[in-house]
């Protein structure tokens, strides 16, 4: 098999890693040591010359062109990343999991997938390549990911797109789609041994609305699909006009999928109880598109797995995380994505 082009250990940042958030409870339970001690051991000295970066076993990275921002002539990069387990794939290729927003989410669900694989005989289940979709971020940078390349690649074509409220363009849902299967896969099954019916792609919010793209105009692209609180009002509703023609080609009378295929829905109870964090003012502009959205019919994710019913050779389902947020659902997104993406000895499709 050839190599992947050249590439560097990923040594996960600050921000991937959200260590404000997860070291906090971990500085409350230093022993007997004062806060003050604490503190200080955490500070900068003559020992810091010995610190070293930390990287995430099996993981690689490297940048490939992305195609331009409509408007622009600024070159960009796809940042992808690639945890392969050890040991040797199984029969037939390793289960590979495409994770959008790659910058973010794949650091967690790379270290849950590690997890399966490197406790003892035992304990140990499946495992699977995975595969973060990210993009290229400057030196230094602060932010997460690139929000207006991921606005651009994640939301869908439709007549009269244009960009949104903040001047980001839209609508290259189908341009990312082609580069993941005409240049990333090709690259990836040449030099992996990959499983080509065992592929999952999971996403959150705009993430969650290019998932469901991408199973209604290609179904069979991925097998397994985990949209975390898709976001189904952007564009008026179009991904709910797409999952109405599916399920018109695809129904009881229709054309049967190109083999078994799963979609996981799910949202956050408090998103579905209305409340937003106290600093993040409402956006009139997206409750009109969410109620343009519901009047098509299926503009709540919760009505999806009964409508998507009638397509032969689909299984959905549909959960509530407790006490999460929009934001907080993409935790249990990945979560959910770690096992959904390696459990295929015990599970059909």
Not at 245 to 262: C, D, K, T, V
Not at 329 to 343: D, S
Request: proline letters at 8%.
């Amino acid at each position: 098999m050839s190599e992947l082009p050249a590439s560097s250990p990923y040594t996960p940042s600050r921000r991937d890693w959200l260590t404000g958030a997860l070291a906090a409870p971990a500085l409350a339970l230093a022993g007997c040591a004062t806060q003050a001690e604490s503190t200080a051991s955490m500070t900068p000295s003559s020992n810091a010359q010995h610190w070293q970066p930390w990287s995430m076993p099996g993981v690689r990275s490297f940048d490939l062109p992305a195609a331009p921002l409509p408007g622009s002539n600024a070159a960009r990069q796809h940042r992808v990343l690639v945890y392969v387990p050890e040991g040797t794939a199984p029969a037939g290729g390793w289960p590979v999991i495409y994770v959008l927003d790659g910058n973010l989410m794949f650091p967690f669900i790379a270290q849950l997938v590690h997890n399966r694989s490197a406790r003892g005989p035992e304990m140990r289940s499946g495992s699977a390549v995975v595969v973060g979709l990210g993009h290229a971020l400057p030196e230094h940078s602060g932010e997460v990911h690139d929000r207006t390349a991921r606005t651009y690649d994640y939301t869908l074509p439709y007549n009269g797109v244009g960009p949104d409220s903040q001047g980001r363009a839209q609508g290259g849902a189908d341009v990312f789609l082609d580069f993941i299967a005409q240049q990333l896969q090709p690259l990836l099954r040449t030099a992996l041994p990959l499983h080509p019916q065992r592929q999952t792609l999971v996403g959150h919010s705009y993430g969650g609305l290019y998932t469901l793209h991408a199973l209604f105009m290609r179904p069979g692209m991925f097998q397994r699909h985990v949209a975390a609180s898709p976001s189904l009002w952007w564009g008026d509703g179009v991904v709910v006009q797409e999952c109405q023609r599916f399920i018109a080609r695809y129904g009881q009378q229709g054309q049967a999928l190109p083999g078994a295929l799963s979609l996981h829905l799910s949202q956050g109870s408090e998103e579905l109880a209305g409340r937003r964090p106290a600093n993040r003012p409402a956006n009139p502009e997206r409750e009109a598109a969410a109620q343009a959205a519901r009047a098509l019919g299926l503009g709540n994710t919760a009505d999806l797995p009964a409508a998507l019913a009638a397509v032969r050779g689909l299984d959905c389902s549909y959960q509530v995380w407790p006490g999460a947020n929009h934001g907080g659902t993409q935790l249990y997104a990945c979560m959910q994505a770690a096992q959904v993406g390696t459990a295929w000895d015990t599970a059909q499709g």
